[in-house]
C-alpha cells in the first residue's frame, strides 16, 4: 500500500477491528455483547472498504467476498439483537 493509504489502513485496523476481548467480558448481558459484536462487524467493514479502494487485481475479489461474509454477519447479530430485545 502506498503511504499515506498504509498509513490509514493501519490507523483503522488499530482501532476496534477485531472484537475487543475485554469490552465483550465487560458486557453485562446477551444484548450488550450481540451490540460488541456488531460495532466489531461494522468497524470490520469500514476497513475492509478502505482496503479495497487500495487493492488490485484479485486481491479486489477476495475483499469483496470478505465484505459480503462481514455484512452478512452483522445482518445475523442484528437479528439476534431484535430477538433478545423481545425477551
Known sequence: LPGE???YVRALAAGRVFVDAAAARRAKSDLEAVEVGMAAEKDSILLYHELREVVQGTDCE???RI????K???????ELKEWL???
Open 5 to 7: 493509504e498504509s498509513a
Open 62 to 64: 477476495a475483499v469483496d
Open 67 to 70: 465484505i459480503e461474509e462481514e
Open 72 to 78: 452478512g454477519h452483522l445482518v445475523e447479530l442484528t
Open 85 to 87: 430485545s423481545l425477551k
